[in-house]
């Protein structure tokens, strides 16, 4: 069972990255991104039903967008008009439970190692 997640980097204030989470040896539920910066709690970013249905952050909406490739078992994490303060280490998880609970990280029974994303100029 794992969940790969990748595409993290070094990327300037204004600009974008797309971030993947693969899949293996397991099915895939609703699947969230979490984030967590240095000396922070680990905060949800956005999450998609298998049927389409996503939710974010306050904070990122508009700017990011989830989505998923079931055939392929892969997650993505599309962020455009990247801010200083996006700077941390991104999670993807897998879902389990009640769909009111797509926000809250105890919900999710698989996370992947992270991949970090620094926003600097």
């Known amino acids: 069972v794992q969940l790969q997640a990748s595409g993290g980097g070094l990327v300037q204030p204004g600009g974008s990255l797309r971030l993947s989470c693969a899949a293996s040896?397991?099915?895939?539920?609703?699947m969230g991104w979490y984030r967590q910066a240095p000396g922070k709690e680990r905060e949800f970013v956005a999450a998609?039903?298998?049927?389409?249905?996503?939710y974010y952050a306050d904070s990122v909406k508009g700017r990011f967008t989830i989505s998923r490739d079931n055939a392929n078992y892969t997650v993505y994490l599309q962020m455009n008009s990247l801010k200083l303060e996006d700077t941390a280490v991104y999670y993807c998880?897998?879902?389990?439970?009640?769909?009111?609970?797509?926000?809250?990280?105890?919900?999710?029974?698989?996370w992947g190692q992270g991949t970090q994303v620094t926003v600097s100029s």
């Open positions: 998880a897998r879902h389990r439970g009640p769909l009111s609970t797509v926000r809250i990280d105890t919900s999710y029974d698989y």
């Open positions: 040896g397991i099915r895939l539920n609703a």
């Open positions: 998609r039903r298998k049927g389409g249905f996503t």
